[in-house]
């Protein structure tokens, strides 16, 4: 465990002087700061108001430029170390590789995490400030709905670097990937599916082994419960799950995705790049 958490401060420490940190934090300070300065607090959309109308927009913003930021960062990680030569200097010190493979990945989480999380809370501060009513409810579920999303991406990005054998393959694969998940949103899919005859619960749920299909439902589903905006596809989603199960499924499902892949990712690792 030692081993462990002293790679992962070594990836910190790494990942705050990177430039792409940088440009994370404030990609999505910069969001929160706009959001504000737009005044989106003073407006209403069915029946949201004040911060609840921010986190409804930012958490739809933090969807589409989190996963690829994810990706593209982190599968530099084996993959460049690899090319750097990092693995023979790896030999000569006393770590193992399950500390150093999952030591990065603890360490990369939580320079990912951080700055989603740190923009929500600098929200809250300035909504108390500024006395406007913060719905915590929502807060904790986004808070939670983030952390699953980090965790299912960076584990695909591990994946996707321990099998890539050079830095530009694993860019461009981890873009692939982010590509073929946005082809299969809003379940785009799901009307050729119906007029070739496969049953809707079929379908759905085809769709739905899409992270980022979860993600956005599960979002909307606190903006609409009744998950309106979907047609017909909402009524296959509330019979499956409930309003309360599919909630704890948009949770569990992208976190468990996220640690088998990287479980995955460090069997590949281990049995390809060392004995």
Known sequence: MKQLWLTAKLDIVESLHAR?????SLVFGGIVALLFLFGLTESRVLGFIGLS???VTYIQLTMAILPIFVLITTVRSVAGDREAGVFEYLLSLPVSLSAWFWGKIVGRYVMVF????????GAVLVALVRGIEVPWGI????????AAM????LGIGMLISALARSTDMAQGAAFLVWLTLLMFLDLILLGVMIQGRVSPELAVTIALANPLQVFRTAALSLFD?????LGPSAFVILDLFGSLGFKVFALAYPTLLG??????????FRRGDLP
């Open 20 to 24: 792409w940190f940088q440009i994370y």
């Open 259 to 268: 640690l088998g892949s990287a479980a995955l990712g460090y069997h590949i």
């Open 114 to 121: 951080a700055p989603v999380f740190l923009a929500m809370v």
């Open 150 to 153: 980090a965790c299912c991406f």
């Open 225 to 229: 419960p009744q998950l309106i905006v």
């Open 53 to 55: 109308r921010l986190l």
């Open 139 to 146: 807060f904790g579920y986004y808070t939670a709905l983030l």
